[in-house]
């Protein structure tokens, strides 16, 4: 078994102090996105896999990302996968 990398999330404006990448975090907001815009619980479990999967990817040579990266990867592939979740993905600052 192999031991995951720790990936340093810079918080936004640098204000606050770096915290450890948390994939149950970003999986909770693509799967809260997709359940917004009324997607089957099933899918939006599918759809936070897989935006999870390309984040970490992305992730995988980078010892530090900044927040903003970490929703800029995340809101790409969830366009290309389910465009209505990535609008309020993008915009939920604006929504709520």
Known sequence: MTKSRTIGVVKRGGKRTT????????????????????????????????????????????PEVTSDDVRRVSANHLEQIHPEAAYLYKHHRLVL
């Open 19 to 62: 915290e450890q990448f948390d994939k149950d975090k970003l999986y909770a907001s693509i799967q809260a996105a997709c359940l917004s815009v009324r997607s089957p619980h099933g899918m939006a479990s599918t759809v936070a896999d897989s935006v999870c999967a390309v984040v970490l990817d992305w992730c995988k040579n980078r």
